[in-house]
Structure formats: C-alpha cells, structure tokens
C-alpha cells in the first residue's frame, strides 16, 4: 500500500510541476508579444496624427484584436516605405475599413 500512495504521490507532483512550468511559459509567452505588440505601436505612433492616435486608443479599448490588426498593418506599411506622411484620422479609418469582415446578409422570406 505505501508504494501505491508513493506513487500516486509521485504522479501528482510531477502533473503539479508540468503545469507550473506550462504557466510559467505561458506567461512568458504573453510578455514577449505585449512587448512586440509595444514595439510596433511606438513605431506606427510615429507616423500617426493626433486624432489618428486618439481613435487609435480607442478601438485598443474597445477591439483589441481589431488594433492589433490595423496597428500592424500600419508597421508593415512604414517597414516597406510605403507611408511617408502622417496617417491621418480618415486614412486610419480607411485602413479599418479594409480590414472589417464582410457582413453576412439574411434574407427573410415568408
């Protein structure tokens, strides 16, 4: 019986240990890309006007993966040279309307 208990016992830690360095890795993970995500708005800000930044801040607020989209689409773009000027509010809006996902349509027939 103590060996059965010793190696349950056993089991549990090594599962317990797996996990926390999964947890630990994860969490390294997500700092990495924060940190990533950091780099490119400090670069995209760059060529951003004021009222660019400031809808800007607020679509991170309320899409965040939406700002990460169109933030990296602006790197991307001053990478390649193709930005040489501030973006502008109605560009940055023309680069979100790029990036929107065609809307389904629903027909009701009755």
Do not use: C, W
């Not at 989209?69 to 000027?85: D, L, M, P, T, Y």
Request: charged share 40%; hydrophobic share 35%; glycine share 2%.
């Amino acid at each position: 019986m103590d060996d059965l208990e010793a190696i349950k016992r056993k089991r549990l830690e090594e599962l317990q240990r797996r996990m926390f360095e999964q947890q630990i890795q994860n969490q390294q993970e997500e700092i990495q890309l924060r940190q990533q995500i950091e780099a490119l708005e400090n670069l995209a800000k760059q060529y951003m006007e004021k009222e660019a930044i400031s809808r800007y801040g607020n679509i991170k607020i309320a899409h965040p993966e939406k700002a990460v989209q169109v933030i990296a689409v602006i790197a991307e773009a001053v990478r390649n040279g193709s930005i040489k000027e501030k973006i502008t509010d109605e560009q940055l809006k023309e680069f979100l309307r790029e990036l929107q996902e065609p809307k389904k349509e629903f027909k009701i027939r009755r």
